[in-house]
C-alpha cells in the first residue's frame, strides 16, 4: 500500500522559521502533484502550496514571499520551508499527494490522493 510519512512541525515564536517533511512509501508508479494543506480550529482544511511532478510551485496568496515548497523526487518527499511565521500560521498542516500505484507487472495502477498524519504547527506572539 502506499503512506505518506510527516516530520516536523512544532512551537516557534513569530517571525521564526520551521520545515515540514512528507514521505510518500510503497507501491508507487508515479507520484503527480504534492502539496501541503493546513486547518485550524474552527476553520476549513485550506491549500497551502502545491508542486507540480515538474517542480512548478504555486501559493495560497497568504503565504507568498515566506513558504516555499519543494520536492526531490528521487526521495518521493516533499518539503515546506515556513519563514517569517505569523500567529495567524498556526494550524494542523498536512502533506497530500496524487499517487498513480504500481501494478506487479510494473504497469500503472489507479490513481488517488493519500495524506499525512498532521503535524501541529503553533506560533506565539
Known amino acids: 500500500q502506499v503512506q505518506l510519512v510527516q516530520s516536523g512541525g512544532g512551537l516557534v515564536q513569530a517571525g521564526g522559521s520551521l520545515r515540514l517533511s512528507c514521505q510518500a512509501s510503497?507501491?508507487?508508479?508515479?507520484?503527480?502533484?504534492m502539496a501541503w494543506y493546513r486547518q485550524a480550529p474552527g476553520n476549513q482544511r485550506e491549500l497551502v502550496a502545491v508542486?507540480?511532478?515538474?517542480?512548478?510551485?504555486n501559493y495560497a496568496d497568504s503565504v507568498k514571499g515566506r513558504f516555499t515548497i519543494s520536492r526531490d523526487n528521487a526521495e518521493n518527499t516533499v518539503y515546506l520551508q515556513m519563514n517569517s511565521l505569523k500567529p495567524d500560521d498556526t494550524a494542523v498542516y498536512y502533506c497530500n499527494a496524487r499517487i498513480t500505484r504500481r501494478f506487479p507487472s510494473g504497469t500503472p495502477g489507479g490513481t488517488s490522493d493519500y495524506w499525512g498524519q498532521g503535524a501541529q504547527v503553533t506560533v506565539s506572539s
Open positions: 508542486i507540480t511532478s515538474g517542480g512548478n510551485p
Open positions: 510503497g507501491i508507487i508508479f508515479r507520484i503527480n502533484d
